[in-house]
């Protein structure tokens, strides 16, 4: 089976940067991705890691290690809008169905 | 709108009853994966399809669980004999090959309450 741990809670002020880290237990690994989703709506991706290494994306940006099998999502500027949970999520198999771990809810205050 | 639709957004239903969900992908989309998610927790795979095809259920979904995607577009996902257990929000999801399959599109979601 496949197990994620990641922090279920994290407060940061507007402006600062924040890291969320992501480990995971599975076999069949492909990639490890990144949801953000605000309460009540539905989960958008941010980010996608299949190989070693950091991938920007603006002010986000994630990070990979397979041999550790270790991850994070790092957020740079952080604006109250960041606000919402995120997931990191692991691709398992051919068919890129995705295990998530239970979230990590962001709080940004001013 | 041509993002992912599914249809209800809410549904209530008693102990014992059976409920269809539908879901639109994003057109040209070929791959189209159920997820399910309750309070507090990632949303969690129950199936996915690529066309037409049936290719992968998940080890915890009960008999009671069936989904379809006949000409490889729409989906419906049935669950027969509700359970109280069963309440959740069930999500539909689909990717396409451009990115390989790497990103997945979520739909607002149908929320299922069991009384």
């Known amino acids: 089976g496949q197990s994620l741990e990641q922090p279920s809670e994290v407060t940061a002020v507007e402006g600062a940067i924040v890291q969320i880290n992501c480990t995971y237990q599975?076999?069949?690994?492909?990639?490890l991705s990144w949801y953000q989703q605000h309460d009540g709506g539905a989960p958008t991706f941010l980010s996608y890691n299949g190989l070693d290494g950091l991938e920007e994306t603006g002010r986000f940006s994630s990070f990979l290690s397979r041999s550790d099998s270790y991850g994070y999502l790092l957020l740079q500027e952080l604006q109250m809008k960041d606000s919402a949970s995120y997931f990191c999520?692991?691709?398992?198999?051919?068919?890129?169905?995705?295990?998530f771990g239970t979230g990590t809810q962001l709080k940004v205050e001013l | 709108d041509t993002g992912v639709s599914q249809d209800p957004r809410h549904k209530i239903t008693k102990r014992g009853q059976n409920v269809t969900f539908r879901c639109d992908p994003i057109?040209?989309?070929?791959?189209l994966y159920w997820y399910r998610q309750t309070l507090g927790q990632g949303p969690e795979f129950l199936t996915y399809f690529q066309n037409e095809a049936q290719l992968e259920k998940s080890r915890l979904l009960s008999d009671r669980f069936s989904a379809e995607r006949p000409k490889g577009s729409f989906s419906t996902l049935e669950i027969q004999r509700t359970e109280q257990g069963d309440s959740a929000m069930y999500l539909c999801?689909?990717?396409?090959?451009?990115?390989?399959?790497?990103?997945?599109?979520f739909g607002p979601g149908t929320r299922l309450t069991v009384l």
């Open positions: 599975t076999s069949g690994f492909y990639g």
């Open positions: 057109s040209e989309h070929n791959r």
């Open positions: 999520a692991v691709s398992v198999g051919g068919g890129n169905k995705l295990t």
């Open positions: 999801a689909s990717s396409h090959r451009t990115h390989s399959y790497n990103e997945q599109f």
